[in-house]
């Protein structure tokens, strides 16, 4: 009987160690991203108890509406941190794909054409500098630097004013909205191209080799080369893929403000660099996921929401409470990092 006992005790035992053990991985994996979510939901009740205003459903999925760019940019700028890398592009290429849309489109091009065309120079765009990054060994930071000089250059030399749209598919991509069912709240049919595009970068990097391999690459590079992976090819997709977000966030920031103008996106590459940091991403590469880039955004929207609810407030609190919070999540992603390194 004492055996018995004895032998229940030791099975309780370590079924706890195990559990203990499951749970430690759990939160060493997916700490950071319950973190982003967990901020973002602290940070929106705490808007809605301060403005009351803010629990209307419409205000969440303003969210979605106003920053459907910012998370198109920022989904791609998820992959590209996670093979180690950087692309500074993003927001000239917004720049020069809205004022060439608009231009294109006040000549008289059928908009059945010029969305394609902004896709493909956004894809070429990203080839170029994955090309230049990979086959010239040009730092990441340098070579999308100088891709920003160049797309936001082009942007001016197409128009230095802003160029309105007066076309009608534009407009009725612009003005249609599409309610949301059992909520009092709409959306706009451009709303639904970043959450798409989202769905399709989840499942490509958690459930596809080409995935796989943008992991290995952050990790180590030189080990993902003695593995025989395709690591020139997949960077080069990579910065492509990114280039492809940066085209489609160009083309729903024109079709929302109904114009092309080089200024836009100024500094936005810098704000999807934020959001995937505090959607969990280390900058060095090799963790992070979309998902948590999405809740990076919303918390940056939310933060942008209660600053608009307040009225008194300059906009540039924006930014210091997004520069704050990166910091913080900087600092909680080292710890993890150094916990499970120690693990």
Not at 35 to 57: D, H, R
Not at 101 to 108: D, Q, T, Y
Not at 205 to 215: A, N
Not at 247 to 267: H, R
Request: aromatic share 12%.
């Amino acid at each position: 009987m004492a055996q018995q006992t004895k032998a229940v005790r030791s099975r309780d035992e370590s079924f706890l160690i195990d559990l203990a053990q499951r749970i430690k991985l759990f939160l060493l994996r997916f700490g950071p991203l319950l973190t982003t979510i967990s901020i973002f939901l602290l940070a929106y009740f705490i808007g809605g108890q301060m403005y009351p205003a803010m629990q209307q459903p419409q205000v969440f999925f303003n969210l979605f509406i106003n920053d459907a760019s910012l998370l198109l940019v920022s989904i791609g700028m998820t992959l590209v941190i996670i093979t180690g890398g950087i692309d500074l592009s993003v927001g000239g290429v917004i720049a020069l794909t809205s004022a060439a849309s608009a231009a294109m489109l006040r000549g008289g091009v059928s908009p059945f054409v010029v969305i394609p065309l902004m896709i493909v120079i956004g894809i070429v765009f990203g080839f170029v500098m994955g090309c230049i990054i990979q086959f010239l060994k040009v730092q990441p930071f340098i070579a999308t630097l100088m891709g920003l000089f160049f797309a936001r250059g082009m942007a001016y030399i197409i128009s230095l004013e802003s160029v309105s749209i007066k076309d009608s598919f534009y407009k009725f991509l612009a003005l249609t909205s599409i309610p949301i069912p059992f909520v009092d709240a709409y959306v706009y049919i451009s709303t639904f191209v970043a959450p798409l595009l989202l769905i399709i970068a989840f499942y490509l990097t958690y459930f596809t080799r080409f995935g796989r391999t943008i992991y290995a690459i952050g990790n180590n590079e030189q080990s993902a080369l003695l593995m025989g992976l395709p690591v020139a090819r997949t960077k080069i997709i990579v910065y492509s893929f990114s280039g492809l977000c940066s085209a489609l966030a160009g083309i729903v920031f024109s079709i929302s403000l109904l114009a092309g103008y080089g200024q836009f996106a100024t500094g936005m590459e810098l704000d999807a660099i934020a959001s995937v940091v505090m959607g969990g991403t280390l900058l060095t590469g090799g963790v992070g996921n979309v998902i948590g880039t999405l809740f990076g955004v919303l918390i940056h929207g939310t933060i942008v929401s209660i600053l608009q609810f307040n009225g008194t407030l300059s906009s540039w609190w924006t930014r210091i409470g997004v520069g704050v919070l990166t910091l913080i999540f900087i600092g909680i992603q080292s710890l993890f990092y150094m916990r499970k390194k120690h693990s």
